[in-house]
DNA sequence: AATGAATGAGGGTTCATTCAT
DNA sequence: TATGAATGAACCCTCATTCAT
């Protein structure tokens, strides 16, 4: 056996490194290719021979990496959505700001850029394509949103627990935090040309309103309702 | 004048209005099946074959009411969808309700039956479809979306011309009032099994928390804080 | 019996005559249509519905009196083509014109007028569905092809025991007078956008043409040649 | 250098070269087997289906190299015909024989080898569906028939000016010479079951009779009239 | 590892034909 | 006799997937 990795690594070490990274960079370049086409036709309407031809591949090869249609959407979700969403994840559970500052600045920082983002159009995939991909579905309940709702969760009982906020019913539903991001994504996507819609501001707005909505009404907040949205 | 109908005249007439009754019948259960269908496996990986099967009709059937299977989805779309938003539009223009009574009651009423329907199914197909359908997605803004927005605003706006609401950006943004409708929606299409979550307590919570953000804080409102979603 | 038929007589004084009537007209009116139809789109182009609808009549009328397309397709050349070609077959054979006269006069004006005519194009059609119809095809070489061939036979018998035609091998091929109208009606069809093809002009040279070729050099036509078709 | 080709290299070329041979057999084959079918079917009753049959070939590669059917039948018209015409085409025009000669020699030939030919069934074929595609009409017309056309005239004009033939109108309508062919060709397909027509010696007669009727009457033509087709 | 020719199941659509009324 | 709703076989075309090279 120490043989057969010594052969191994003597052919690792002439040329076949070359082989190696592009083992390695052929897969990505197939993952955002697929991307951008699953982004623009969606899942169904999207032809893996035109993934390889944005991959600048042969019509095949695409295959050797995923065995099938479907094993390619789930690595496109994977690789695309995944990273972004860990990142303000563990922002959230690491920051030492208030949870209205964290709110306001990081926050919606990231919802505002989400859904301007070529990113958005996963989501309208996942929507589509999910209820046929109870795997794919089941690694993003996983890996996003479960993540992502309990450290929504914490962000909240953390303002609770430091008198920034009274307790409410949001702590049973931090979805609702998120939920005009589908919307201004849906609307983006849909209706941009019969209706323009200031996502960042309603993203802004949300946020605003929830928080005087939650916001405690005593203490070192000096104004009691409003501030986040009165004019 | 009842003689001069003869048996055979009176049967002639009955074939004629039977005939009548299924073309106008027919089309009302195909659009039913294809509903059924749509909702189910979505657009493409419908097969009007089995929607003709569904409605114990012949695979050519449909296109004799419908020239092709976009034109179904359409219809489809049409009758199911527009006359419960048409209703609860017109209730919302009509109500002699306060503003706040008015969504705590039937527009939180109408959101949490849209949520539990079989037609919130539709609006997942409007999210992935319409973009390949931009003459179905104008249709539906034009009929239902930016009717529904309108009438949101003028609940809005009633409600601070009559003190029960401080000027907030809200009236910017309607859709926000809506929004946890489609998070609902896609939660339970696509999440519930991984994780119950009550969409009714969900949506009420939202419009509660809204309401409190917007309450005007002083005069006839006696809660001033927090009432709606305090515990 | 003497009631039945005052009975009888009663109801055609009424409107059932108007039934009669029609009974005897309808096939006619469908025939009619259908030869619009099929000389405009071709055999397999032309859907019956359209047929009924051009006559005014329901979609399943034609089947009561055609069994199949074919058929009414079949009835279509019948009605449309025979008449015709019988009318100048027994001219020919019973005429008391010199056959140069005959074929310069009545046959020239009767193939001109058919290459102009709407028959022309079943012509068309005959040719591309008669390898699909070969009853209709032996109907059509029966009734209007081998009658035709004799009687353009006897027409140069007639001249050449008259002294009119030499013996020519013409006798036994009397295609040949004919051949120009094949090629005049399928240029007209095909070509006539891209070169205009003046085929009156074009069968009399061709008549002038053979007349030349087989009229006997000497004897009581002063003309010895050329006359037909100098310049 | 020879030993630098590796057996694998070598192997790798070869398949290369046999991919590239495929490449370029493969349509051709293709076009065969549509030919045969289009010819015994004509172009509607034959299913493509069948061609890749005929062709021992899946159902879908004729799509790979053909992207309609249409286009298939375009791509068999312009193999099959075009270059038998443009061979006789250069021929006339560049014979250095007398006019006589080269109608009654080569493109006697010629027509009577189109006639008994497969390609015959071509014609057929365009006349029949020539309406439907003017596309293909129009290459067909431009290709074959009106270099056909001038080419004959040339040779008409040519066997004037030497004298051989006296002026007539056949020079204005070039295409009496060949009008025969098609009614041939049409007897052939559809009454030749009934009444065998001897097609090579009609188009004999033919051209006989013409050139008895255009030959100068004088001069240096020894045969004054009737030599053609006389007996 | 990479190519791209080839496969073949599958689905939308048409339309001749039937039949209840 | 007449209607027209309904049937269902047939066919074009697409595209995920395979495999010889």
Same mark, same amino acid.
């Given at each position: 056996?120490?043989?057969?990795?010594?052969?191994?690594?003597?052919?690792?070490?002439?040329?076949?490194?070359?082989?190696?990274?592009?083992?390695?960079?052929?897969?990505?370049?197939?993952? +955002? +290719?697929a991307f951008?086409?699953?982004?623009?036709?969606?899942?169904?309407?999207?032809?893996?021979?035109?993934?390889?031809?944005?991959?600048?591949?042969?019509?095949?090869?695409?295959?050797?990496?995923?065995?099938?249609?479907?094993?390619?959407?789930?690595a496109v979700v994977?690789?695309?959505?995944?990273?972004?969403?860990?990142?303000?994840?563990?922002?959230?559970?690491?920051?030492?700001?208030?949870?209205?500052?964290?709110?306001?600045?990081?926050?919606?920082?990231?919802?505002?850029?989400?859904?301007?983002?070529?990113? +958005?159009?996963?989501?309208?995939?996942?929507?589509?394509?999910?209820?046929?991909?109870?795997?794919?579905?089941?690694?993003?309940?996983?890996?996003?949103?479960?993540?992502?709702?309990?450290?929504?969760?914490?962000?909240?009982?953390?303002?609770?627990?430091?008198?920034?906020?009274?307790?409410?019913?949001?702590?049973?539903?931090?979805?609702?935090?998120?939920?005009?991001?589908?919307? +201004?994504?849906?609307?983006?996507?849909?209706?941009?040309?019969?209706?323009?819609?200031?996502?960042?501001?309603?993203?802004?707005?949300?946020?605003?309103?929830?928080?005087?909505?939650?916001?405690?009404?005593?203490?070192?907040?000096?104004?009691?309702?409003?501030?986040?949205?009165?004019?």
């Amino acid at each position: 056996m120490a043989e057969t990795k010594t052969a191994q690594r003597r052919l690792a070490a002439r040329g076949i490194v070359k082989r190696r990274e592009r083992r390695d960079t052929r897969p990505q370049e197939i993952v +955002a +290719a697929a991307f951008e086409e699953f982004a623009a036709k969606g899942y169904t309407a999207t032809r893996l021979e035109d993934v390889a031809a944005r991959a600048r591949v042969s019509k095949g090869l695409p295959y050797l990496y995923f065995k099938t249609k479907e094993e390619l959407f789930k690595a496109v979700v994977r690789s695309v959505i995944t990273p972004h969403f860990d990142a303000i994840r563990r922002q959230m559970e690491t920051t030492d700001m208030s949870s209205e500052d964290f709110l306001k600045g990081p926050f919606l920082a990231f919802i505002q850029e989400l859904v301007l983002s070529r990113r +958005a159009a996963i989501a309208r995939l996942l929507i589509a394509e999910g209820p046929k991909h109870p795997e794919l579905t089941a690694f993003y309940f996983e890996h996003v949103i479960s993540h992502g709702i309990e450290a929504l969760r914490g962000l909240i009982d953390r303002g609770v627990a430091q008198g920034e906020f009274r307790p409410t019913h949001l702590r049973e539903f931090p979805q609702l935090l998120i939920a005009p991001v589908l919307t +201004a994504v849906l609307w983006r996507a849909l209706f941009e040309r019969h209706h323009h819609l200031d996502t960042d501001k309603l993203l802004e707005t949300h946020i605003g309103l929830i928080l005087d909505a939650i916001r405690a009404p005593h203490g070192d907040s000096p104004n009691e309702s409003g501030t986040g949205d009165s004019r």
